[in-house]
């Protein structure tokens, strides 16, 4: 069953606080591995990461180690092992990329993962285990999970990534506004699968993320080639002609100093990039103005946009909801849109 990013933190949430394991799947660079460390961040639960596919099937079951007279021997935990069996506090114990490890190794997984427990060792009750995995068919190395695997998971789900839970999130993370707005434009872009076995890069979460840190400092006449390193070519030549547009369009000091007057663009792609540019440009000091450009956008029938621009605002400076300007908005036809998305 497919999640969005927000509701597989919930549940992740939900069965980490009973130690219930969860296996999620999904694309590779959609924010599995974040996800698991935001619950694990917000739960109070310190994090441990394995990594299955470099493992040897010791590492599951501990090393035999003989008795002084030599006539037995038990097997001794080390490395991940004997930090989970010796951890104090509630700890997620990450399994990420299972599904390209050794049936062997799965398999030495299996008694950790029911029985919670590898002869003498006993895993305290605070351990949970979480683990994740690409699918067959996203041409990363997984021949598959043994069924008695799968089903030591209280639940599997395939993390779907959206464009209003990475809007969010990119946001929160002050992401650049045109990049935002580029995705926002074209949402199909967020996560495309690769179809060739070619050494190049396509669109994920992850590949937009590190476009997000590089656009600040990569050199114009070098944008291209940057970005279709970390997304593909055809992705990055249409956030050049995005960008193109963005920069054409009025400062948002020019908008700023006559919001009664200002020009409103008339195509979508012109549209995006203003709501997102104007966002990122609040503050409490010019708030009043920046809802004097929003109520203009409603009453050209651009509700869409009024909207993303007033959330935007609001989740990169949360204190915008005190001002004023925004207290009076939430009266009129504004505060009607808001509460209506």
């Not at 926002?184 to 076995?197: A, G, M, N, T």
């Not at 020009?263 to 409490?284: D, G, H, N, Q, V």
């Not at 409603?298 to 935007?312: K, P, S, V, W, Y």
Request: avoid cysteine; glycine fraction near 6%.
């Amino acid at each position: 069953m497919k999640v969005t990013p927000s509701q597989l933190v919930a549940l992740l949430t939900a069965y980490v606080q009973k130690a219930l394991p969860v296996l999620i799947t999904g694309a590779p660079g959609i924010g599995k591995s974040d996800i698991v460390d935001q619950v694990a961040k917000a739960t109070g639960h310190d994090l441990l990461i394995s990594h299955p596919v470099v493992e040897d099937p010791t590492d599951s079951k501990g090393l035999p180690f003989p008795s002084a007279d030599g006539s037995t021997a038990k097997h001794l935990p080390f490395g991940d092992l004997e930090s989970a069996v010796n951890s104090k506090n509630p700890l997620i114990w990450f399994l990420d990329d299972l599904g390209q490890a050794s049936p062997a190794v799965q398999a030495a997984k299996m008694q950790l993962l029911l029985a919670r427990r590898v002869g003498d060792h006993v895993l305290p009750s605070h351990v949970t285990f979480v683990a994740a995995t690409n699918r067959r068919g996203d041409n990363a190395g997984v021949t598959g999970l043994l069924d008695p695997v799968i089903s030591r998971f209280a639940t599997v789900v395939e993390l779907a990534p959206t464009i209003d839970d990475w809007t969010a999130w990119a946001v929160r993370s002050n992401v650049p506004a045109e990049l935002i707005a580029f995705l926002r434009f074209r949402p199909d872009l967020l996560s495309v699968q690769k179809k060739s076995r070619e050494i190049e890069n396509t669109p994920s979460p992850r590949n937009w993320g590190f476009v997000a840190k590089t656009m600040n400092v990569v050199p114009k006449d070098l944008e291209l080639i940057s970005y279709a390193g970390s997304v593909g070519e055809a992705a990055a030549l249409e956030l050049m002609g995005f960008l193109g547009i963005y920069r054409e369009l009025p400062s948002p000091d020019a908008i700023l100093l006559s919001p009664d007057t200002a020009m409103i663009p008339k195509k979508p792609a012109a549209l995006y990039a203003m709501s997102s540019a104007l966002a990122a440009y609040s503050t409490e000091a010019n708030f009043d103005r920046v809802l004097t450009y929003t109520n203009r956008l409603i009453g050209e029938d651009h509700r869409e946009f009024a909207a993303l621009l007033t959330r935007d605002a609001i989740r990169r400076t949360p204190a915008l909801q005190n001002t004023h300007a925004f207290i009076r908005a939430q009266g009129g036809a504004l505060g009607q849109i808001i509460q209506g998305q």
